[in-house]
């Protein structure tokens, strides 16, 4: 008789729940998350029924909280990124990693999921990556890294690549750095798979979006977009000062400034006019469900923001997949096919 159990997950960083939402789809119990943001909390607490805390982690006891199998974290990215200050763990937001562990130092959890911003491995010539290794390492687990693209792992159309970093307990000296192995002695990544979904049929809303998404000739916008923009059959991308079209038919990467006057928003042409994609939309470009909420008390900027900030939950799902196949195997012997 195969043992079966319900693995638990806490989430660090939790945003929405991009990562909670896939976790749950792959079949592991979430039951707890912790983020600052306010209007994150929103969102989150009205599709998720766990407990949800608001506070600033600095002042959180990570024993407080009960122990799970799993912690995820997905620690934010701005002090690694390269549209940042390049100013890595001189950042106080880059501390925030350290965060993370200390939760992990005191939990124990069987495994762990960081995410980030693909930039975090080359960030100071590799210098900050390997410190985040040599931490994850000596707090006793394995560090297995790649990097994932949405549109080869989630069958979502949209370019979003990330880096997502895997850990087991008391597999510290597994795959040392320098080896040529991305694999655990239970753990592999998903594997890709065919691009099957596009923006125009998946993603779009199929009637007319709601005026205040259109451009009109008020905007100073409008002229250089009517003359630049003339398929229906792709996205395109204004970026400060200049239009560019994503002939490849998915989504740029979409970004936390999309609603707050920032670049890289994305535009499309319908048959009523050229217009920014909706805050639901953009859920769809992360995997969330048309069943997921987005408050009415909450601004679209912020929406934006939101899903600009956001893992894509098909990817997610893919990767605890395979962390659920692995605690399986280590933990409670059990054989199961691999997951692709």
């Given at each position: 008789?195969?043992?079966?159990?319900?693995?638990?997950?806490?989430?660090?960083?939790?945003?929405?729940?991009?990562i909670?939402q896939?976790?749950?789809?792959?079949g592991?119990?979430?039951i707890w998350?912790n983020?600052n943001?306010?209007?994150?909390?929103?969102?989150?607490?009205?599709?998720?029924?766990?407990?949800f805390?608001n506070t600033?982690?600095?002042?959180?006891?990570?024993s407080?909280?009960?122990?799970?199998d799993?912690?995820?974290?997905?620690?934010?990215?701005?002090?690694?990124?390269i549209a940042?200050?390049q100013?890595?763990?001189?950042?106080c937001?880059?501390?925030?990693f350290?965060?993370?562990?200390?939760?992990?130092?005191?939990?124990?959890p069987?495994a762990?999921?960081l995410?980030?911003?693909?930039?975090?491995?080359?960030?100071?010539?590799?210098?900050?990556?390997r410190?985040?290794?040599?931490?994850?390492?000596?707090y006793?687990?394995?560090f297995?890294?790649k990097?994932?693209?949405?549109?080869?792992?989630?069958?979502?159309?949209q370019t979003?690549?990330?880096?997502?970093?895997?850990?087991?307990?008391?597999?510290?000296d597994?795959?040392?750095?320098?080896?040529?192995?991305?694999?655990?002695?239970?753990f592999?990544?998903?594997?890709?798979?065919?691009?099957?979904?596009?923006v125009?049929?998946?993603?779009?809303?199929?009637?007319?979006?709601?005026?205040?998404?259109?451009?009109t000739?008020?905007?100073k916008?409008?002229?250089?977009?009517k003359?630049q923009?003339?398929?229906?059959?792709?996205?395109?991308?204004?970026?400060?000062v200049y239009?560019r079209?994503?002939?490849s038919?998915?989504?740029?990467?979409?970004?936390?400034?999309?609603?707050t006057?920032?670049?890289?928003?994305?535009?499309?042409?319908?048959?009523?006019?050229?217009?920014?994609?909706?805050?639901?939309?953009?859920?769809?470009?992360?995997?969330?469900?048309?069943?997921f909420k987005?408050?009415e008390?909450?601004a679209?900027?912020?929406l934006?923001?939101?899903?600009?900030n956001?893992?894509?939950?098909?990817?997610?799902k893919r990767?605890a997949?395979?962390i659920?196949?692995?605690?399986?195997?280590?933990?409670?012997?059990t054989?199961q096919?691999?997951i692709a």
């Amino acid at each position: 008789m195969v043992k079966t159990n319900t693995h638990t997950v806490g989430s660090l960083f939790a945003g929405v729940g991009g990562i909670c939402q896939g976790f749950a789809d792959a079949g592991f119990n979430v039951i707890w998350a912790n983020d600052n943001d306010k209007f994150a909390t929103l969102t989150y607490e009205a599709n998720f029924a766990h407990n949800f805390d608001n506070t600033d982690i600095h002042t959180l006891n990570p024993s407080d909280f009960k122990k799970v199998d799993v912690i995820t974290s997905g620690f934010p990215c701005q002090a690694f990124s390269i549209a940042g200050y390049q100013k890595g763990f001189k950042d106080c937001r880059g501390n925030l990693f350290f965060e993370t562990m200390r939760f992990v130092k005191d939990l124990k959890p069987k495994a762990i999921l960081l995410e980030n911003v693909k930039n975090l491995k080359s960030h100071d010539k590799g210098k900050t990556f390997r410190i985040i290794e040599d931490c994850v390492r000596d707090y006793g687990y394995s560090f297995i890294p790649k990097v994932l693209n949405t549109m080869e792992y989630g069958n979502i159309p949209q370019t979003r690549e990330r880096i997502f970093v895997v850990g087991f307990r008391d597999e510290a000296d597994f795959d040392k750095a320098g080896s040529k192995a991305l694999c655990s002695r239970y753990f592999s990544y998903p594997s890709k798979i065919r691009l099957k979904k596009t923006v125009h049929n998946n993603i779009l809303q199929k009637r007319k979006a709601e005026d205040r998404y259109y451009y009109t000739e008020k905007s100073k916008y409008y002229k250089i977009l009517k003359k630049q923009m003339k398929s229906k059959d792709t996205v395109y991308q204004w970026r400060r000062v200049y239009l560019r079209e994503n002939k490849s038919g998915v989504c740029p990467t979409l970004t936390a400034n999309m609603g707050t006057g920032g670049h890289n928003v994305p535009l499309v042409l319908d048959g009523y006019g050229i217009r920014k994609l909706t805050p639901r939309e953009c859920a769809r470009l992360q995997g969330f469900k048309d069943s997921f909420k987005l408050p009415e008390e909450v601004a679209n900027t912020q929406l934006y923001k939101q899903m600009g900030n956001c893992v894509t939950v098909s990817v997610i799902k893919r990767i605890a997949q395979q962390i659920k196949k692995a605690l399986d195997v280590k933990y409670n012997g059990t054989v199961q096919k691999s997951i692709a």
